[in-house]
């Protein structure tokens, strides 16, 4: 079965220093495609990164980027210079072959001033 | 740019009241979802809609129906509220019902307390 795991469920880190946020998946489908969504506190879902499962190179959006690593299954978000307001829930997400999204349980990230 | 829109915001109802949840979106997606989501869990997928016309089930649609009203809005119903349901619930859509790389866009979420 298709899953999504996030092993960290909470975090904290020093304001300025760089994160990574774990997230391994399963699937047997050799296409699919891998989402992060930040979650503040006041409760939207808003899209991060996208990695696509034949994408070549490492997603990038500005301060995240996307460890891809295809063989153990994992795609880790990582924030680069962390700020205050870097302060939420993470989610890690698939796309099936249904083109539905597996969510993972999330990681609460907490950056300290 | 409204974008993905939910009404209400806030709710309370009693055991077995009904109740609607509205979303509509202005970005003219094809494809509209409805996910709940518990405490300490992922978002789970009730009901989607490909495409104006269409619903399935998701992961757990039990006690749940839905209406794709027209391209713009798809409501959630609870025909008959049970505690089990409270939850924050939340629309999504998506720009077309194939094809990776389908980033979907939410609404700010229905925060629903059943007693």
């Known amino acids: 079965a298709q899953k999504i795991t996030q092993t960290q469920p909470g975090m904290f880190v020093q304001e300025k220093e760089a994160v990574t946020l774990d997230c391994t998946y399963d699937t047997s489908d050799p296409s699919y495609g891998l989402f992060w969504y930040k979650q503040p506190s006041s409760g939207e879902m808003i899209f991060l990164i996208y990695?696509?499962?034949?994408d070549q190179q490492n997603a990038t959006e500005g301060r995240y980027s996307l460890n891809f690593q295809k063989a153990r299954k994992s795609a880790n978000l990582v924030i680069s210079a962390s700020q205050l307001g870097d302060s939420a829930m993470y989610f890690c997400a698939m796309e099936d072959s249904n083109y539905q999204l597996i969510w993972g349980a999330g990681t609460k990230l907490i950056i300290k001033p | 740019n409204a974008g993905v829109t939910q009404t209400p915001k806030f709710q309370v109802l009693k055991t077995g009241q009904s109740m609607t949840l509205q979303c509509a979106q202005d970005?003219?997606?094809?494809?509209m979802y409805w996910y709940r989501q518990d405490p300490g869990m992922g978002l789970r997928l009730i009901y989607y809609s490909a495409s104006e016309g269409t619903t399935d089930k998701g992961e757990v649609p039990n006690g749940y129906n839905v209406s794709r009203l027209n391209k713009r809005e798809f409501s959630l119903r609870l025909e008959s509220a049970a505690p089990s349901q409270t939850s924050v619930y939340f629309c999504?859509?998506?720009?077309?019902?194939?094809?990776?790389?389908?980033?979907?866009?939410f609404g700010p979420g229905t925060r629903l307390l059943v007693l």
């Open positions: 990695q696509g499962s034949y």
């Open positions: 999504a859509s998506s720009a077309t019902s194939g094809g990776m790389r389908e980033t979907q866009y």
């Open positions: 970005m003219n997606h094809n494809s």
